[in-house]
């Protein structure tokens, strides 16, 4: 072998591959994005050069319409970039879509969809689901399901996205009877079933609390060779357990391995949930025990779970908050606002208000912040124990946290702090006058 390729194979820098690093921003896209209001960016943008029109100029500029709910600004805005040929992409429709839909505006939607869109490219199944979505979730169910027949039109084939939508949409509308309609609609068009049309047809069975229905749902999945997975075992878990049927839910779980399907956090999540609407500790604490072993950590919202039962059962805050320390140490687990809220208000209920300051002050720390009537409970009753300076500091945080105490509460706070010192007297005016 020549030395120069031995040397070659010897060093691993000159084999290393040195990934391409992205292009930097353009200096007018970075423009657009730096003016302090989304009409100006739109000024600048028809103010520029045509050759700047170009998709990543005009789509930053129609996001960030769209974002601060410039909603009357879009169309104008469109026509003009149509006018000036302007080569905007699918995407950016989609998104505005989105965005109208989630801020109830369907007709104008439809008008993008109907309008802007064939003016600068063709539609797509992601413009076309987009709409789909648009208008089931503000209630147009019947219309979406109108505009399927004529995605042939449209140059879009409708696959198990778009029925999936639909079918979500109807099962809030028409039960799980209207939903098996569109099922067989599907079936009859030849688009194949996934595992999220069986799940939502289930789920849909199991709120009615036709347990019977959602199981045989479970076994036409199999015959049609759509695997259940651990939702769909989660969504009959939780259908047996509303029923009634703790014991056939558990074995359930126990038995979804022999069925192929590994258990998960959700399906242990079901049980739980429904030992803690009996207030048993113990099993709660024996199924995150059983997680452990099967090598599934127990996650905030399990932890969730075990602090709500100890606080709504029993005066057993103490041991809800070493809940809370062990979820940190023992499982590496970092608890939710959800968490922290559960165990102050538990403290509030139970009259620890010495500990709910405790977990206050760790929620504040972690970057949470407490509901409004947590401050007002905690503040309150700090009061009524005599607490000047801790009451205080919780109505100070609380004033911070743009919450405000209720009329029951500045009595509370009045008395006691009018029987204390003059610094908690002089800090109770300064917070008065701020409001």
């Not at 000024?43 to 700047?52: F, K, M, T, V, W």
């Not at 509901?371 to 905690?378: G, I, K, P, V």
Request: with cysteine; aromatic share 6%; net charge positive.
């Amino acid at each position: 072998m020549p030395a120069a390729a031995a040397t070659h194979r010897r060093d691993p820098t000159k084999l290393l591959y040195k990934p391409r690093l992205p292009p930097e921003p353009h200096p007018f896209l970075l423009h657009l994005k730096s003016l302090p209001s989304p009409v100006a960016a739109a000024a600048a943008l028809l103010s520029a050069p045509r050759h700047l029109h170009d998709h990543p100029f005009a789509s930053c500029v129609l996001y960030r319409l769209a974002r601060a709910r410039h909603f009357p600004l879009l169309l104008p805005l469109i026509s003009v970039l149509r006018a000036r040929r302007a080569p905007l992409r699918a995407t950016v429709f989609a998104a505005l879509i989105d965005r109208l839909g989630a801020a109830s505006r369907p007709d104008a939607a439809l008008l993008v969809f109907f309008r802007a869109v064939p003016a600068f490219c063709s539609h797509s199944n992601t413009t076309f689901h987009a709409l789909l979505h648009c208008l089931v979730c503000n209630g147009r169910v019947d219309a979406a399901r109108s505009i399927l027949p004529r995605a042939a039109k449209l140059g879009v084939r409708p696959n198990a996205v778009s029925y999936n939508i639909i079918l979500k949409g109807v099962c809030a509308k028409d039960g799980s009877a209207g939903a098996r309609v569109v099922l067989d609609e599907m079936l009859g068009r030849g688009v194949r079933p996934t595992v999220v049309t069986f799940n939502t047809l289930v789920g849909a069975a199991c709120q009615e609390g036709d347990v019977g229905a959602a199981q045989r749902l479970k076994d036409e999945m199999v015959r049609r060779g759509v695997a259940p997975n651990a939702v769909t075992y989660a969504l009959l878990m939780r259908g047996l357990c509303d029923t009634g049927r703790l014991d056939d839910a558990r074995k359930m779980m126990f038995d979804m391995e022999y069925q192929g399907c590994q258990t998960e956090v959700a399906n242990y999540g079901v049980l739980m949930s429904a030992y803690s609407g009996q207030g048993d500790v113990d099993a709660i604490r024996g199924l995150m025990s059983d997680m452990r072993r099967r090598r599934l950590k127990p996650d905030d919202t399990s932890y969730n779970v075990l602090i709500k039962c100890l606080c709504d059962h029993g005066d057993r805050v103490a041991e809800a908050h070493k809940a809370l320390v062990e979820m940190q140490l023992k499982d590496g687990s970092m608890p939710s606002a959800a968490t922290y809220r559960v165990l102050a208000d538990g403290c509030c209920r139970a009259g620890d208000f010495e500990l709910g300051l405790r977990v206050l002050n760790a929620m504040l720390a972690s970057g949470h912040r407490p509901l409004a009537h947590t401050f007002r409970h905690l503040a309150k009753g700090l009061g009524d124990e005599g607490k000047a300076h801790e009451a205080c500091f919780v109505l100070e945080k609380m004033v911070e946290s743009g919450a405000w105490m209720d009329a029951e509460g500045w009595q509370s706070l009045a008395a006691c702090v009018c029987s204390g010192i003059g610094s908690e007297v002089k800090l109770l005016d300064e917070l008065s006058s701020a409001k």
